[in-house]
């Protein structure tokens, strides 16, 4: 019999109001979004401690440059990482853990991916997605959860095998289990490919189709131990970026697996259930936004460094208003990522907040792209040359160039970027569409949630004793709440006209549902950081990063306004008319 997770249903219902219920009942909510969340202190400190002693480790006794020139990461590196603790970040103090939040697990891993990405990435998909991460807490007692724990105390790196050949995000997965001849356990039969960990992971989850039972055909979770003779990594991938990060294509031949090691849900699919998908959700900041706010973070440093040193006809670079602009939206998108990670994970009920960290992923690896562009164009002929040839020639060796190849795989890396908002757009309309903007059940790739009953939403004006923003903002940011109330009011309506245009053609009717996405993400964006200023009071980054993210959203009402566009469709299909098939693919 496989284990029934009931674990993995719905959580309680949300009691904080998130984003998702200001966007489809279309009114702001600046008390709840200013409310400050009551931090650990121990933990912080536990943070910071664990933070320092990697950063240590790797600048000290690790050569980077090595790692991104040969794309493997050095012998003993893994256990040095294990010995510094940075495989046990959220896990339970008794199991040798720091047991952090997962905002600090976010600290820490974003520290060490300013570094490598790659380091970083590795962290984030063992800290995220990692069975110890993504199944644990949701196990009862019994010979799974021993088994993690064990894993657990015993330094164990995990991943998470999703991804087939065909692609990710398939209803059933290539990867089989039926039931073993000699009826103990299931045998798997497969193979998987991009899997990050995959090469060094010694505990495993895999998706899997169940079939030949009892039951009728149904995908579980198989945790896989990587010493079975019939587990092999077939190849080890080398990437645009991220070089160093293990990665590689699996193949399972006759792994045996105890039925107590196959999780399944009574009806459905366990990746679409709330528990899981939300976890998926926060897996996702740690392993792409954390890297991507390192890279931000590095190119802001480097960008006010270039300028600093650099003078043209004996003027200061500095002294060109192109250049403070550009220095200016650097950090303004930096402290766009870094309010919007708070506000994902470091505000009120996080666990409630799955819209809102499903969008903070984009908001992040988006942001990233652009200062990293912006610093590259500063930068000119430096930015494009590798850290290894300006070493050579006794110039600064920044490796931007580096940057702008890892900032490129974290857009794509765990799910392309624009199918993601395309996700976010459709839960949204299933929350819409059950009459509850507050649905706690996260979507999962390419699945549109049912939406539970939740309580009623609070009024959108501050409550007693709370400050009001005409304390808090400046005139210019107090316009830019009032712009930003008045596209919230417009959301709700723009959301059914885009469900009635895709209903019947949910294919060929993408678009729409980007745009919507998109709104949503900017909209979120633009919320962050002007709560951020009831705290931290810095109205002019504020300003300038409200000011841009209305022009982008200007843009984006045109474009979901247009009913009817270019032919796209006509010119793609004329295209794929002319491809060849290519053999044996």
Not at 276 to 288: C, D, E, H, K, Y
Not at 299 to 309: G, P, Q
Not at 480 to 485: K, P, S, Y
């Amino acid at each position: 019999m496989t284990t029934d997770t009931t674990g993995t249903g719905d959580p309680a219902p949300a009691e904080t109001p998130t984003f998702l219920t200001a966007l489809l009942d279309g009114r702001p909510d600046w008390a709840g979004w200013t409310t400050r969340p009551r931090l650990d202190r121990a933990a912080s400190l536990r943070a910071d401690a664990a933070a320092a002693r990697l950063l240590t480790f790797l600048d000290t006794q690790t050569d980077l440059e090595t790692v991104e020139r040969d794309g493997e990461l050095p012998e003993g590196f893994l256990k040095s990482l294990h010995d510094v603790g940075a495989f046990r970040l959220g896990a339970d103090e008794e199991l040798g853990g720091l047991a952090l939040g997962t905002y600090d697990v976010f600290r820490v891993v974003e520290a060490a991916a300013t570094r490598s990405a790659a380091v970083g990435f590795l962290l984030g998909v063992h800290n995220g997605i990692g069975v110890g991460a993504s199944l644990l807490p949701a196990l009862p007692d019994g010979p799974l959860r021993d088994l993690i724990r064990r894993h657990i105390a015993s330094g164990m790196i995990s991943g998470w095998a999703d991804t087939d050949p065909e692609g990710q995000g398939n209803r059933w997965p290539t990867v089989t289990a039926t039931p073993a001849f000699d009826g103990d356990g299931y045998v798997l039969d497969g193979e998987k490919l991009f899997i990050s960990n995959g090469p060094v992971a010694t505990l495993l989850g895999v998706t899997v189709t169940v079939r030949g039972d009892a039951h009728a055909p149904r995908v579980g979770l198989a945790v896989v131990d990587t010493t079975d003779p019939g587990f092999r990594v077939e190849d080890e991938l080398e990437h645009l970026g991220v070089r160093g990060l293990p990665n590689g294509r699996l193949t399972l031949n006759g792994v045996r697996v105890p039925e107590e090691h196959l999780v399944t849900v009574p009806e459905g699919d366990p990746r679409r259930t709330p528990r899981f998908a939300s976890a998926v959700m926060t897996a996702r900041l740690l392993i792409q936004a954390a890297p991507a706010l390192a890279i931000a973070r590095n190119c802001l440093r480097w960008s006010v460094e270039f300028t600093a040193r650099r003078k043209i006809d004996g003027a200061g670079l500095g002294e060109y208003d192109l250049t403070r602009r550009t220095l200016a939206e650097n950090a303004a998108d930096v402290r766009l990522m870094d309010s919007v990670i708070r506000w994902s994970l470091g505000g009120p009920a996080p666990q409630d907040r799955w819209f809102d960290r499903h969008a903070a992923r984009n908001i992040c690896t988006d942001a990233c792209a652009r200062v990293v562009d912006r610093t590259l164009s500063l930068m000119g002929g430096e930015g494009m040359e590798t850290a290894r040839s300006k070493r050579a020639r006794g110039a600064l060796p920044v490796p931007l160039e580096r940057a702008y190849r890892d900032a490129r795989v974290l857009r794509t890396a765990g799910g392309v970027d624009f199918l993601s908002d395309v996700q976010a757009a459709n839960a949204l309309l299933a929350g819409q569409a059950h009459g509850n903007p507050d649905t706690s059940a996260a979507p999962a790739a390419a699945d549109t949630p049912d939406a539970p009953d939740t309580p009623d939403e609070p009024g959108a004006g501050p409550v007693e004793g709370e400050p009001s923003p005409r304390t808090l903002l400046s005139p210019r940011n107090l316009h830019h709440l009032d712009t930003l109330t008045a596209h919230l009011a417009r959301f709700p309506a723009a959301a059914r006209t885009v469900a009635g245009a895709v209903a019947s053609e949910p294919r060929s009717r993408q678009y729409p549902l980007l745009l919507l996405g998109l709104v949503a993400r900017e909209l979120l964006g633009t919320a962050a950081v002007l709560a951020a200023t009831a705290h931290d009071g810095d109205q002019d980054l504020t300003d300038i990063h409200c000011t841009a993210a209305e022009a982008r959203l200007r843009d984006l009402w045109a474009r979901l306004d247009e009913p009817e566009g270019p032919d796209h469709a006509a010119v793609a299909e004329a295209l794929l008319a002319t491809a060849a098939p290519v053999p044996g693919h």
